[in-house]
């Protein structure tokens, strides 16, 4: 069960992860400083979306590494 865990916690780290890198590519598109093809593009509600993306990537990242791990003591 421990194994399962650190798995999980990698594969959710991951994820938080993939969700900062996308919301800054979001950001950043929608402000027309980079990546300059796409429907995105200079598009200011991708800075909100994108801002949005990145805040909940980084609470994945953080609750994912800052939660307990559940002990259950059969007696």
């Known amino acids: 069960m ?3 865990n650190v798995v999980m916690r990698i594969i959710s780290s991951l994820i938080g992860i993939v969700m900062i890198l996308a919301g800054i590519v ?3 598109q929608g402000l027309d400083l980079a990546f ?3 429907f995105m593009v ?5 800075v909100v ?3 949005i993306l990145a805040v909940v990537g ?3 990242l953080v609750w994912s590494n800052t939660r307990q791990v559940r ?3 059969r007696v």
């Open 26 to 28: 979001w950001i950043l």
């Open 2 to 4: 421990a194994a399962f």
């Open 36 to 38: 300059r093809r796409g």
């Open 49 to 51: 979306y994108g801002a």
């Open 71 to 73: 002990v259950s003591a």
């Open 58 to 60: 980084i609470a994945e």
């Open 42 to 46: 200079g598009q200011h509600q991708w």
